[in-house]
């Protein structure tokens, strides 16, 4: 079931609104997938940053990091 709802829009806004309009879609199409769009990228933020905590806090990995530091290190200075 769709819902109409109402927004007002600074200039930056409608800045944006008008380019995706200019790509063929329509003002609601535009904003639906806008709002599809910027909810995913949030989902995907967090997972990544889940992500990095669970890695961060893995003293096996933090270990593993270090020693590629290190190799690289040594194959830098080698040169």
């Known amino acids: 079931m769709s819902r109409a709802i109402s927004v007002r829009l600074d200039d930056d806004a409608l800045q944006a609104l008008g380019r995706l309009e200019a790509t063929g879609l329509s003002r ?9 769009q910027a909810a995913d990228r949030l989902g995907a933020k967090r997972l990544l940053a889940e992500e990095a905590a669970t890695l961060e806090a893995d003293e096996d990995d933090r270990a593993e990091m270090m020693r590629v530091a290190d190799l690289m290190e040594q194959l830098r200075a080698a040169r």
């Open 28 to 36: 609601s199409q535009a904003i639906r997938t806008a709002l599809i």
